[in-house]
């Protein structure tokens, strides 16, 4: 595998998304803006007033659009703050650093070790998850407050080498930045949803409002309705192309750190293995707990199943991963013997 090759193409492909994800936010806000500047126009027609487009009026609405996303996003980030610990705990991870129970756990603790000097990063805080399934996750702000979580299920069902590919795959994401990225495009997301509460709430308002027979409140009161829906539209909108983009980023950066396990590791074997272990696990990689599906762009693959998988998937397919690592691979699975 030509993983310096496979590296630059992964980040090559995340730098387009990331700028399409700014174009969209841009093109959101300038929409949105003219769209009041037209409504403005039609209102001082409504009271007999020069039919003038009020640009000064454009630029204040789309300042306070990029002001509110930026809160939003602040707010988002600040909730986050805990870094990795929290997220380990809320997947029922138990903390072995100093504490394994048994030598796979051991094991465990030793590979991360060996991970930790290969790709130059501290050692973080290492989590068992109570999980069948064949699963990780690396989670935290920065390397500093790193966590990493290794399901139960791939302790028991992997090798030493497809155990250390799994680790090299998440210190990976660690590595290059990934968690922070993660952080960092949710809390976009988060600042544009801003945008579908307010419309809610203003829509909720003006349902409470009775209509009566006068005519400017009535006016008003449609005004009222308009806007609020077009909160609620330009927030649904941006939450579901920021989702689409966030989703499509993630999978790059899930080939980015199958290319960098195969530099830290040289052994593309044990990463190919693990994944072809999932694909023939009863269990797969899925992930019960009930607040797995929040946290589902962290994990080593796909930790929890939707309808809208092919657009929202934050992995790519397990066949496309393996050809990537093993070109000659006939396409079957190991069979699950537990």
């Known amino acids: ?26 093109g959101l806000t300038a929409l949105s803006s ?23 009026l454009v630029a204040v609405v789309a300042a306070l659009i990029v002001l509110v996303v930026l ?26 650093n100093g504490a394994a129970r048994n030598g796979d ?3 465990l603790l030793n590979i991360v070790e060996e991970m930790a000097l290969a790709s130059g990063t501290a050692m973080p805080a290492v989590y068992v998850l109570p999980e069948d399934g064949i699963n990780a996750f690396a ?14 299920g791939a302790l028991a069902r992997l090798d030493r080498d497809e155990l250390q590919g799994m680790v090299a795959h998440e210190f990976s994401h660690i590595h290059n930045g990934d968690m922070r990225l993660n952080t960092r ?13 307010a419309g809610i709430a203003v829509l909720r308002q003006a349902e409470k409002q009775h209509l009566g027979s006068d005519r400017h409140r009535f006016f008003w009161q449609i005004i009222f309705a308009v806007l609020g829906l077009a909160l609620l539209v330009f927030g649904s909108l941006g939450s579901l192309l920021g989702n689409l983009i966030k989703a499509a980023i993630s999978r790059q950066r899930e080939f980015l750190a199958d290319a960098s396990a195969v530099q830290f590791t040289r052994n ?8 072809k272990k999932i694909g023939g696990c009863s269990a797969g990689s899925r992930l019960k707990a009930f607040n797995a599906a929040q946290y589902s762009h962290m994990y080593f693959h796909q930790g929890v199943k939707s309808r809208l998988d092919r657009l929202f998937a934050t992995h790519p397919p397990l066949t496309e991963r393996i050809r990537r690592l093993d070109p000659q691979w006939d396409g079957s699975y190991p069979g699950d013997r537990r």
Do not use: C
């Open 1 to 26: 595998m030509k993983f310096f090759q496979h590296q630059a193409h992964a980040r090559r492909h995340t730098f387009k998304l990331l700028l399409l994800m700014v174009l969209a936010v841009a």
């Open 34 to 56: 003219l769209g009041l500047g037209l409504l403005w126009r039609e209102l001082n027609q409504e009271y007999q007033q020069p039919k003038v487009f009020n640009w000064t």
């Open 71 to 96: 809160l939003g996003s602040w707010y988002k980030t600040w909730r986050l703050r805990a870094g990795g610990k929290v997220i380990a705990e809320h997947l029922g991870g138990r903390l072995i």
């Open 105 to 107: 756990e051991q094991r």
């Open 139 to 152: 989670a935290g702000l920065d390397p500093q407050q790193a966590v990493l979580g290794v399901t139960r």
């Open 185 to 197: 495009l949710l809390a976009v997301i988060h600042g544009l949803l801003v945008f579908s509460l």
């Open 268 to 275: 593309p074997q044990g990463l190919s293995g693990a994944l």
